[in-house]
């Protein structure tokens, strides 16, 4: 029942912050909202305060129902807001010439400090922040010798395992529902199964919540949610996990990484019959020419 009241406390913070937006935006604070919309790749305008909806969901949920979480929620809550926060950073300032990690850390190489430079260092800091919180309560039921060593490497893969989720869940949201799907597929398998249940429960409540509107095209979460999708969900895993295990997470997520680099996700997904299938389920496919990334 605790994981039903998570996720349905989520999903009602979500909605109801996205209603606000959306009534804000109607109530004269039209040149405000303007700044967080932005044309998706069939040209028609989205705004990216479905974000700040999931952000406010997750983050709120984790510090009013936390207290049977790690740290009371406290960690769950600084991966939501910290990724979100620099997701917004990046949204609403963003370096458009610059693509990529491997675009962002070339101009940090010359000199040239972009938004998504400051956004890969702010979430690696986030990462290790929120892992070293949570584990702190698992180390401190540790009462085997010789430890301490290992406890530095569980937070700094910890860490970057939690920091390379929250900008691979980015690379998924670039069609209508896509990033979505892939965080409720991802926190469906953790809310059945033992530990990290109570974070995913969440994630799936603001996730499903925010469904709709997304894949209808009329909002996206952009990096403001994107980010803090994966930051959440990706603590929720590695919570569970000892170093062998979080080192092969890190391992894949690091391999996808690297391989959208190079390769397009969305020709792959829409080259591959299952993953086309379901990844335009619940969306009215749009037969307007538009880019493919």
Not at 137 to 160: F, I, P, Y
Not at 165 to 183: E, H, M, Q, S, T
Not at 206 to 233: E, F, K
Not at 236 to 263: F, H, N, Y
């Amino acid at each position: 029942m605790r994981l039903v009241r998570d996720g349905l406390l989520a999903a009602a913070g979500a909605a109801a912050t996205s209603a606000v937006w959306q009534r804000l935006k109607k109530g004269g604070s039209r040149q405000w909202a303007v700044r967080w919309e932005r044309t998706n790749h069939t040209g028609d305008p989205v705004t990216l305060l479905e974000g700040v909806a999931l952000v406010a969901g997750t983050a709120g949920t984790a510090l009013m129902t936390g207290s049977a979480w790690p740290r009371g929620g406290l960690p769950y809550a600084v991966a939501s807001l910290g990724a979100g926060t620099l997701g917004a950073v990046d949204d609403l300032r963003q370096d458009t010439d610059r693509k990529g990690i491997a675009g962002h850390l070339r101009a940090l190489a010359q000199g040239t400090v972009t938004t998504g430079a400051l956004k890969i260092v702010g979430l690696a800091a986030t990462g290790l922040a929120s892992t070293a919180w949570a584990d702190a309560e698992r180390a401190s039921d540790d009462h085997h010798g010789g430890r301490a060593g290992r406890r530095v490497w569980d937070v700094l893969v910890g860490g970057a395992a939690v920091a390379g989720a929250a900008n691979l869940a980015n690379l998924f949201d670039l069609r209508p529902g896509r990033a979505l799907k892939v965080g409720v597929l991802t926190a469906v398998p953790l809310v059945l199964t033992g530990s990290g249940s109570a974070p995913a429960a969440t994630t799936l409540g603001a996730s499903l919540a925010l469904l709709p509107d997304d894949l209808a095209g009329t909002s996206m979460l952009g990096d403001t949610g994107a980010n803090p999708l994966g930051a959440v969900l990706g603590l929720a895993v590695v919570q569970r996990q000892q170093l062998p295990a979080r080192i092969a997470t890190l391992a894949v997520i690091t391999g996808l990484t690297l391989a959208s680099e190079k390769v397009s996700f969305t020709r792959v997904i829409e080259s591959t019959p299952f993953l086309r299938a379901l990844d335009q389920l619940g969306r009215e496919v749009s037969h307007r020419p538009g880019p493919t990334p």
